[in-house]
């Protein structure tokens, strides 16, 4: 912040005629030492991440088989890879951007290809019915998620370009967030896929980030309406009649997609990134508490009238029962009950890479459950580390919309960033008992192309937000 002042006075000595001073010279160079070289930061962790992922790969085959897997070369090529390339794009068009969430969003990546990859061996030993190798593929998706990445880092030059279009976006999530409804494949209990030949995707997991961009920008138009104070009701002061309006209709879509969809991950998150940027867009508690209350007393209605949501809050308020199958409804699932035996029997550290039955969770081992892997194999220790890395990304993110200048800005990036700390909080709470079970997959180590691709999304607007936030503030090495 200190580099402003420099540049202005050293240009106008300079329109004056006038030589550079000694102090000027020392000002200046004393704002470029203290500026932080943040690609030579990320190259660093970049590296120790690429061995973190490789060096997990390896010892999971030499724990299950005794020796090394043989697609180790390919995986270490694909890891330089994915860490390579978006650094040297940053480098070049991105200069500024943190220096954190790329080896953040890849950690992640490689750990969830680790455990993906120590699944697939179990599977195949075992020979589980219906469950195809899933490493492999994940690591194709890995790939076109860190291109799609790069591509718009390269065509999104000005992320405040997307302020004018929030409406066609809008429209764009609204259509793709009902399809499922009305063309979705009925899969697990919920509609939430649609099916493209041999191929399955998630809208839901895109809409998270469009209904950011389209919040971000009608909050930033219309933030001082929504901050008007009404009347006060229990000590709380409620918004005015009027301005509920917003939230009524996004409370009202929310519950549609629950019950048309029996999707309750999708639409908690729908709802809740709502509410927190409209938090972070007025100060108002208030919609904090409204939307809180509209949010238990949607769930309370159709928890209790759809049966698929109600055989999921059944299980979670008596787990036993449904593994013991004693008065067990159709939608009533034993695998809550089976992920808490896996965190029981991991204790605080774990009975090893390779060591576990996670197989016994069924075939949401690698999907929903990929967390219960982690908790029984490396322990709490190894749940609270990958909890903390999710949490220093959302950190992360949230810090860029801290230093960002413009309001937009401001609530696209905390926006994106709760919207990840939300889905952690659904799928985490959901296995380990916390809140009943969603469905959804954990973001970047669970299977899934559609989640993994738009998380890199996210991962793209952040770096971008970051850079233009950072520019004009610190000198560029």
Request: charged fraction near 15%.
């Amino acid at each position: 912040m200190a580099e402003e002042p420099v540049r202005g006075l050293t240009s106008a000595s300079r329109a004056a005629g006038e030589p550079e001073s000694d102090a000027e010279r020392t000002m200046t160079f004393a704002a470029l030492a203290q500026a932080p070289n943040r690609r030579r930061t990320e190259a660093r962790l970049l590296a120790l991440v690429v061995a973190i992922a490789v060096f997990g790969y390896a010892y999971t085959g030499l724990s299950m088989t005794g020796r090394l897997p043989g697609g180790l070369p390919g995986f270490a090529v694909s890891m330089v890879f994915v860490a390579l390339v978006p650094h040297l794009v940053l480098r070049r068009f991105a200069p500024r951007a943190d220096p954190l969430i790329l080896p953040l969003a890849t950690l992640l990546t490689g750990i969830g290809l680790v455990l993906l990859h120590r699944l697939d061996l179990t599977y195949a030993q075992t020979r589980h019915p219906k469950i195809a190798e899933a490493a492999s593929g994940q690591l194709v998706w890995t790939v076109i998620g860190v291109a799609v990445c790069i591509v718009i880092l390269l065509v999104l030059r000005d992320h405040r370009i997307l302020q004018r279009y929030i409406y066609l976006t809008m429209a764009v999530a609204l259509v793709l967030l009902m399809a499922p409804a009305f063309f979705g494949a009925d899969m697990y209990g919920a509609k939430r896929w649609i099916l493209l030949g041999p191929l399955s995707l998630q809208p839901g997991e895109f809409v998270k980030i469009m209904i950011s961009v389209f919040f971000a920008g009608y909050l930033t138009v219309n933030r001082d309406a929504l901050a008007l104070a009404g009347r006060r009701v229990m000590g709380v002061q409620l918004p005015p009649g009027r301005q509920l309006g917003p939230i009524f209709t996004i409370w009202v879509i929310s519950l549609m997609v629950l019950i048309f969809e029996r999707d309750l991950g999708t639409s908690l998150i729908f709802f809740g990134v709502f509410v927190i940027m409209l938090y972070m867009a007025t100060g108002r508690t208030s919609w904090v508490v409204c939307g809180l209350l509209m949010a238990v007393v949607g769930a309370a209605v159709v928890g209790s009238l759809e049966p698929h949501v109600h055989g999921r809050v059944t299980a979670w308020l008596d787990p036993m029962r449904a593994f013991t199958k004693q008065g067990r409804a159709e939608f009533m699932s034993d695998q809550l009950a089976q992920a808490l035996f896996s965190f029981g029997s991991g204790g605080i550290s774990g009975t090893g890479l390779g060591q576990g039955h996670p197989e016994l969770v069924g075939f949401a081992g690698n999907s929903d459950f990929i967390l219960t892997t982690v908790g029984e194999e490396l322990g709490l220790a190894g749940v609270m580390a990958v909890l903390m890395l999710y949490v220093l990304l959302a950190q992360r993110g949230l810090r860029v919309g801290l230093t960002a200048r413009d309001p937009f800005s401001k609530l696209l990036a905390v926006g994106l960033a709760g919207a990840l700390l939300l889905q952690v909080f659904v799928v985490s709470g959901g296995v380990t008992g916390l809140i009943p079970l969603t469905g959804k997959a954990l973001p970047f180590l669970a299977k899934g192309g559609s989640s993994l691709v738009a998380n890199w999304v996210m991962v793209a607007v952040l770096l971008r937000i970051s850079d233009h936030a950072q520019r004009r503030r610190e000198p560029v090495r």
